[in-house]
């Protein structure tokens, strides 16, 4: 449509907008937000982190990069199942004369307990037999807390991710990347987690506790605690959208005092890019310029209904409020 059959309508801020024949906003980057320096500024120190971690590798063949993106900073870099408000809800409630003072035993009764449960109560809520790996994966897509870890092949689903929290708007956020190469120090330990010993992991974790078997059965599986890089073979519409891969943090000693021994950064090559507070509301709004919807990243009704919803009330940022909007000459 050419220019001029637009109207024009003005926002609540006096930024005057051009709208098509239906009296539709037809957006573009020309309004006081998107040309500021501080939008500019932000997107660029954005984009400038993605290229520098691009430009590092280079042909057919090399890794690329993972992404995660976090609404709080200080938040650990950690799965569900590691984090300290679910160990601190657990073991209150563990009878200690099972485990004694060892953390690891504790944490897998635990686990097995609370996935066997799902694996037992959802067998009727699908229409398939799913191995036990494929059943773990489910539980972390439906919120369980398991020892996978989410990351993104999308720097901008990253940064979708730092931004996607009220609670935490205040705060700053981080993306975190990195190359899912295990670096040469490690890559002992992670030879000797090949396909079977994966397969008997989550096959102990599928079980119902028992504490006696753990240590008969399964013992060889806490001899080398790391955390690997793992590409599930079930994926839900929402992981293919989001470009999902996983870590997989495994569990240390039986004889370990504490939940977890290494960090991230013990075995990939790590950087970060803090995603400011006082910047939120610009990112926000580059991603939505830049096509990203809520139904983009969640693929079901309930998200595209709350994505729509909020385009068409508010759009993120911009201080545009589509319902204020009129035709005018």
């Given at each position: 449509m050419p220019k001029s059959s637009w109207h024009y309508g003005w926002t609540m801020d006096g930024i005057r907008v051009p709208l098509n024949r239906q009296g539709r906003w037809t957006f573009t980057c020309h309004n006081s937000l998107c040309e500021?320096?501080?939008y500019k500024e932000a997107v660029g120190k954005f984009n400038d982190f993605v290229a520098s971690l691009v430009h590092s590798f280079s042909g057919i063949g090399n890794p690329v990069w993972w992404y995660r993106g976090q609404a709080s900073a200080k938040w650990p870099v950690l799965p569900g199942v590691l984090r300290e408000d679910f160990i601190q809800s657990i073991y209150f409630q563990l009878p200690v004369v099972h485990h004694g003072n060892l953390h690891t035993p504790k944490q897998i009764y635990y686990e097995r307990m609370l996935l066997s449960d799902f694996i037992r109560e959802g067998g009727s809520l699908v229409g398939e037999r799913y191995s036990e790996e494929d059943w773990y994966v489910k539980a972390q897509h439906h919120g369980l807390p398991t020892r996978l870890l989410d990351w993104t092949?999308?720097?901008?689903?990253?940064?979708?991710?730092?931004?996607?929290?009220?609670?935490?708007?205040?705060?700053?956020?981080?993306?975190?990347?990195?190359?899912?190469?295990?670096?040469?120090?490690?890559?002992?330990?992670?030879?000797?987690?090949?396909?079977?010993?994966?397969?008997?992991?989550?096959?102990?974790?599928?079980?119902?506790?028992?504490?006696?078997?753990?240590?008969?059965?399964?013992?060889?599986?806490?001899?080398?605690?790391?955390?690997?890089?793992?590409?599930?073979?079930?994926?839900?519409?929402?992981?293919?959208?989001?470009?999902?891969?996983?870590?997989?943090?495994?569990?240390?000693?039986?004889?370990?005092?504490?939940?977890?021994?290494?960090g991230i950064n013990d075995f990939y090559e790590c950087h970060e890019f803090v995603v400011e507070a006082g910047l939120k509301e610009l990112y926000k709004t580059y991603l939505y310029v830049n096509g990203m919807r809520r139904w983009n990243v969640y693929p079901d009704l309930d998200n595209l209904a709350k994505g729509i919803r909020d385009a068409h009330v508010l759009m993120s940022g911009s201080c545009i409020h589509i319902k204020d909007l009129f035709v005018g000459n």
């Open positions: 500021s320096d501080l092949m999308s720097p901008q689903i990253a940064l979708w991710m730092a931004l996607d929290s009220a609670t935490q708007s205040e705060e700053d956020g981080v993306i975190i990347a990195i190359v899912p190469k295990v670096i040469d120090e490690k890559k002992e330990i992670v030879k000797r987690w090949n396909r079977a010993r994966l397969c008997r992991l989550f096959k102990c974790l599928s079980q119902p506790p028992d504490t006696t078997k753990i240590e008969e059965e399964y013992h060889d599986l806490f001899d080398d605690e790391a955390i690997l890089p793992f590409s599930p073979n079930y994926f839900s519409p929402r992981q293919i959208n989001q470009q999902s891969m996983f870590t997989l943090h495994t569990p240390p000693s039986l004889q370990s005092t504490t939940i977890a021994n290494v």
